[in-house]
């Protein structure tokens, strides 16, 4: 019997997550909502590097890692695909599509933090919507700057800068009252693809403004990559 490790902290494996019998487990950072409603077996943290992953699917008797995790979240993958490999089980992974600009977008590529603002340097109201990164740096706001920040953790009032903590899905509707609330002249993204926070860029494109996007971190070599939650589940049920 098959015995899976579906490694999330993204809406696509909590879709994974849900399908899956008592027999398997879903593992989470912690960094977010911890459902309590699924059948099966649900762990949070780190389990200390590729070493302790292997050390886990080992002990755990996995037979099947699928690695469901945020396109951006480079190191758990790189451990997932490492520590299977060692522990000769199978490693799957959901591949996300990433968004396409599409005709009239100008969307400015940038690879880290530091080709990121000097491509904000122009800007005064940028939104950013990075996740939690930005935070750690807003002691270096510069003086023609106002920062709204996006993410799911809260902070306490900043004088240069507006900390909306908030969760997606962001609907259009949503996302055009804000856009039209606040002035923002630039919109700071990562490319994580799929329908849940797209909205913004389509308000983004309705205002004529740019997007600067976070390039997509490089990813392991796996044994299967899927597109889409079906596609994965197909191929779950296929393999018992
Ligand atoms: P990361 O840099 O790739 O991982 C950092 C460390 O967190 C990993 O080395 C691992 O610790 C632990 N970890 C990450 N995902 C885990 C999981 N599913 N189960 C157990 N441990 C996990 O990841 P991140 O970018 O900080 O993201 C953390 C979590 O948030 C991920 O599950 C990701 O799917 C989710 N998320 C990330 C983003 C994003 O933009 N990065 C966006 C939405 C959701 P050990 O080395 O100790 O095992």
Redesign the pocket.
């Known amino acids: 019997m098959t015995r899976v490790l579906l490694?999330?902290?993204?809406g696509d494996?909590l879709r994974i997550a849900r399908q899956l019998g008592p027999e398997h487990v879903y593992?989470?950072?912690g960094?977010?909502k911890v459902p309590d409603d699924l059948s099966c077996e649900v762990r949070v943290?780190?389990?200390?590097?590729s070493e302790?992953?292997a050390r886990y699917i080992e002990d755990q008797r996995i037979s099947l890692v699928i690695d469901a995790?945020?396109p951006?979240?480079?190191?758990?993958?790189a451990?997932a695909a490492k520590a299977s490999n060692a522990a000769r089980v199978p490693c799957w992974a959901l591949r996300r599509a990433g968004w396409q600009p599409q005709a009239g977008d100008d969307w400015r590529m940038v690879d880290d933090w530091t080709e990121l603002t000097a491509a904000l340097v122009a800007f005064k109201r940028p939104l950013f919507t990075l996740?939690r990164e930005p935070l750690a740096h807003l002691d270096e706001i510069p003086s023609q700057q106002f920062w709204t920040v996006r993410c799911l953790d809260a902070r306490e009032a900043h004088p240069r800068a507006r900390i909306l903590a908030t969760r997606g899905p962001f609907t259009l509707e949503g996302e055009r009252a804000l856009f039209s609330a606040e002035a923002f002249d630039v919109v700071v993204s990562?490319n994580?693809g799929g329908n849940a926070t797209e909205a913004k860029l389509e308000v983004a494109r309705e205002r004529g403004l740019p997007v600067v996007m976070l390039r997509r971190p490089a990813l392991p070599a796996v044994d299967r990559e899927f597109a889409t939650v079906a596609d994965l589940l197909e191929a779950l049920q296929v393999s018992g």
């Not at 490694?7 to 993204?10: A, D, I, K, S």
């Open positions: 490694l999330g902290g993204t494996a593992s989470l950072a960094l977010g943290g780190g389990f200390g590097g302790g992953l995790t945020h951006y979240a480079a190191q758990i993958s451990n996740g990562k994580s």
